[in-house]
């Protein structure tokens, strides 16, 4: 009977440790699927969500997500391949800077770019992407 007891124990620890431990990884930061990212036309007649910008505008970022605190933005831009434009923002109280990305830069000084933004976050010393959007930017 005492033997049935600890055997018994022994099984409901074990699965309360194997639950505990697949909770513990479900939590994880970044591995979470609720992450969103979309682009804003800042300049202009009035702010938007579109599609397509125009070179020279200004835009932000609506951005969601559960699996950090501290979510960034990283958007790069490119003409043939090449990248032309290159930015980062915290998107986060207390983040220096603004959220603000002008789509143009000393490398870019005219045309059509295609451009992604990386919603991201730093996991260890590394950037994991939670999401992204990509769009055309018209000349």
Request: with cysteine; net charge neutral; hydrophobic share 45%.
């Amino acid at each position: 009977m005492l033997a049935r007891k600890l055997l018994a124990i022994a099984g409901l620890t074990l699965a309360l440790s194997t639950l505990g431990s697949a909770v513990a990884f479900a939590a994880k930061p970044g591995e979470t699927s609720s992450s969103s990212i979309s682009l804003v036309l800042l300049s202009g007649a009035s702010p938007t969500t579109l599609t397509n910008p125009t070179y020279g505008d200004l835009v932000t970022f609506n951005v969601t997500t559960a699996a950090t605190a501290y979510p960034y933005v990283n958007l790069n831009c490119y003409q043939n391949g090449v990248l032309v434009a290159e930015g980062w923002a915290g998107f986060f109280d207390g983040a220096l800077g603004d959220r603000t990305f002008a789509l143009y830069s000393p490398q870019w000084t005219a045309g059509a770019a295609d451009c992604t933004a990386y919603l991201a976050m730093n996991w260890h010393g590394k950037w994991k992407h939670l999401a992204w959007t990509s769009f055309h930017v018209d000349p």
